[in-house]
């Protein structure tokens, strides 16, 4: 769900402008279209290349997590959920839910078997007239929870889109409502999100939107529309660049948990790769000396990247890549861009 090429940061600059870069994506075939957000106390800078619309709504894929961990650690200043609890305190039938944590479920340090790994199962791939079914959540957990744990909780750290299902199966026993309602009345609606929603079974996007596409068969297909119920709290959720930069400066800038919760979220695990992992939120350190915060995120036409950094810059990046594919290093040298100038 997640495409993690993106956002080490640039070793160096391009020297382009983010708006000739998306342009030249557009130019050479590697995205129908893409758009970046760019905001800190100097203003606001947005383009648009192909398809795209500065205001454009996309689905943002597992950026939809950092909503789900952000409402847990909302219900731990309520004192309604603790990070250090078993699992199993509040979802039944997780596999060694006595030794898995709230905590290692939203830091991915549970061991959970990732559901979407199996053939039919990932957003990520063409699923032909299947794209249209519904997915209730316990299926994705009864998915996941057929197979064999990775590794022992606690013990390593891998990325599985099972611990956001399971994070939103807490949010609904604990709260008596569904994980999407939480997220609305408690995020959305208080920061103004008039774009951000929980589509749940509709297959479509609000207007504007750039349409998806993927490659079957050596054909390009539009993609645009599917039941993202396959994702659920995993990453079902639609926003703007803008609404999703106004969502990260609220975070990050304390406004939606306590600065208990808020160390917590960004309390990282090493995972191996370009970033490390807190809870619900990715840290990228780069080479200028900076480092950014947030959540990268991937469907089937999709790709999005929302982050801050501590002087509260942000931006938000979306594009629709084509079978060429933006490069890497890309993507890198416009984050670099835009968080290390020269």
């Known amino acids: 769900m997640i495409n993690t090429v993106a956002l080490v940061a640039a070793l160096t600059a391009t020297g382009a402008s983010p708006v000739d870069q998306l342009d030249s994506w557009v130019d050479q075939r590697w995205a129908s279209a893409a758009l970046v957000r760019v905001e800190d106390d100097t203003g606001t800078r947005a383009h648009a290349a192909g398809e795209a619309r500065v205001d454009g709504h996309f689905r ?77 959540p316990r299926q994705l ?48 609606k208080p920061l103004g999100l008039r774009h951000t929603s929980v589509p749940g079974d509709r297959p479509g996007l609000p207007r504007p939107h750039a349409r998806g596409y993927t490659e079957v068969d050596g054909r390009l ?9 396959l994702d659920w709290a995993a990453g079902e959720m639609i926003s703007t660049a803008g609404d999703l930069n106004r969502f990260l400066d609220a975070l990050l800038g304390g406004r939606l948990t306590s600065p208990s919760a808020l160390a917590a979220m960004r309390t990282t695990t090493p995972t191996g790769s370009i970033f490390a992992y807190g809870l619900g939120l990715q840290r990228y350190d780069l080479p200028c000396g900076r480092s950014v915060w947030g959540h990268g995120g991937e469907l089937i036409g999709y790709l999005t990247y929302a ?19 933006v490069p890497a290093e890309a993507v890198i040298g416009l984050f670099g861009d835009v968080f290390c100038p020269a």
């Open 307 to 325: 982050v801050r950094s501590d002087d509260g810059r942000r931006a938000t990046l979306s594009y629709n890549p084509l079978p060429g594919e």
């Open 60 to 136: 943002v894929g597992s950026v939809t997590k950092t909503f789900v961990a952000t409402v847990v650690l909302q219900l731990v200043d309520e004192g309604r959920v603790r990070l250090d609890d078993p699992i199993a305190r509040y979802v039944d039938g997780v596999p060694r839910g006595g030794e898995i944590t709230v905590r290692q479920v939203l830091s991915h340090s549970s061991g959970l078997y990732d559901y979407a790994h199996g053939e039919g199962w990932s957003t990520n791939r063409w699923r032909g007239a299947e794209r249209f079914r519904h997915h209730e």
């Open 221 to 229: 297909v539009d993609a645009t529309l599917m039941n993202p119920s």
């Open 141 to 188: 957990l009864d998915e996941a929870f057929r197979h064999p744990s990775h590794f022992d909780p606690g013990t390593s750290w891998r990325y599985s889109n099972t611990n956001y299902v399971v994070a939103g199966a807490l949010v609904e026993r604990v709260t008596g409502r569904p994980y999407g309602a939480e997220v609305t009345d408690r995020i959305v």
